[in-house]
């Protein structure tokens, strides 16, 4: 079955900088690949989508990898704010087609 | 519009009970899905409907676990005879017809059985 892996629980970066996140996947070749916010108390809220055959996608402060011979997406935000803090978290089509499958999530924090 | 409500926002129950929890989706979202969030854990999927019809319900943990959509719109999800372990966020999530197209969640409801 699919599995998909965020490696960091939780992320702690300074204001300014760029935060990274990594989404790995096994077991599958989505053919596309998505990314959700989620804060406390909250349901996730979508953010990018980005199809196999796109390698970045862009939205204003965020960007989107996707790299299916590494079978990776990296989720980058710049310049980074304390209201970017959230959890962030990916997800990709099941086989069968009928749902998402969601990773853990990667808590990210932005000091000032 | 109006996105995804779900009701209860939070519901305490007593061991052995039955609760039932409610979504409404987003008007012409014909397809809809519940979600399950344990402390720390990540979204786990539990059913997803295609109008009325569940074409996967294989994410439901234990036959006491039902739910059903009415109308094309409103769904139920219904927990029989609650465990401890039942504790958790349950998220309702839907979209449209469009591959590729988002889930719009609603913010869930807390389920604490005591």
């Known amino acids: 079955s699919q599995k998909i892996e965020q490696n960091s629980e939780a992320l702690n970066i300074q204001e300014g900088k760029t935060a990274t996140l990594t989404c790995n996947y096994t077991n599958y070749s989505p053919a596309y690949l998505q990314w959700y916010r989620q804060d406390p108390g909250r349901g996730p809220v979508f953010l990018l989508l980005i199809r196999e055959n796109e390698k970045e996608k862009r939205k204003e402060r965020l960007k989107v990898t996707f790299d299916t011979t590494l079978k990776q997406s990296l989720f980058h935000i710049t310049a980074s704010q304390p209201a970017d803090s959230a959890t962030y978290l990916c997800a990709l089509e099941n086989q069968a087609g009928t749902a998402l499958i969601f990773g853990k999530g990667t808590t990210l924090s932005v000091s000032s | 519009g109006a996105g995804v409500s779900q009701s209860p926002s939070n519901k305490v129950t007593e061991k052995g009970k039955d609760v039932e929890l409610r979504c409404d989706p987003i008007?012409?979202?014909?397809?809809l899905y519940w979600y399950r969030q344990s402390l720390g854990q990540g979204l786990e999927f539990l059913i997803y409907f295609q109008g009325n019809s569940a074409p996967d319900k294989s994410g439901l943990p234990s036959d006491r676990f039902s739910a059903e959509r009415t109308g094309g719109s409103v769904s139920t999800l219904t927990i029989q005879r609650t465990q401890q372990e039942d504790s958790a966020v349950y998220l309702c999530?839907?979209?449209?017809?469009?591959?590729?197209?988002?889930?719009?969640f609603g913010n869930g409801t807390r389920l604490t059985v005591t």
């Open positions: 008007s012409g979202h014909t397809a």
């Open positions: 999530a839907s979209r449209d017809d469009r591959g590729n197209s988002p889930l719009h």
